[in-house]
């Protein structure tokens, strides 16, 4: 008997320790403490890029930003720097990743960078104070 025993216990710590790390909604080890604030965000961001409300997109991002244009980097230091290249910055591989992001906890990745959003990981969001902002553009 004692052996079924242990191998019960064995089983239900191997199905505890199975389970994601993480809670659903639990995105306080990147410094986001309410997660109401990723699908908030994120619904803004695919309005904005839907509606080609391009301001709204630059105030999303955290400046200075490094992004590929051309296949070179290329610092983006300000909104009008942002602004200026948009297009070329929110391309169709990044409209793409935003457009397909689901909005459920269960379907945003998020690990010890920050949030992933799209397929690609086209961006990746962290808190910048009490907000969140786009850190990463990835634009290929």
Known sequence: ????IQTLALCLCLLTC???VLAKADYSF???KDANQVTIFL?????AVSDG?????????SYPIIVTIDDADKEIANKAAFLADYDKIINDHVKKGIAEQQLDEAD???NKQGVMVGND????????GKSL???TINTK
């Open 18 to 20: 199975a389970a994601p």
């Open 108 to 110: 945003v990745f998020v």
């Open 53 to 61: 409300d391009k301001a709204a997109v630059a105030a999303m991002v």
């Open 30 to 32: 990147v410094g986001i």
């Open 1 to 4: 008997m004692k052996p079924l």
């Open 133 to 135: 902002r786009i850190t």
């Open 121 to 128: 990981k086209q961006l990746l969001l962290l808190p910048e």
């Open 43 to 47: 619904k803004k961001l695919k309005k």
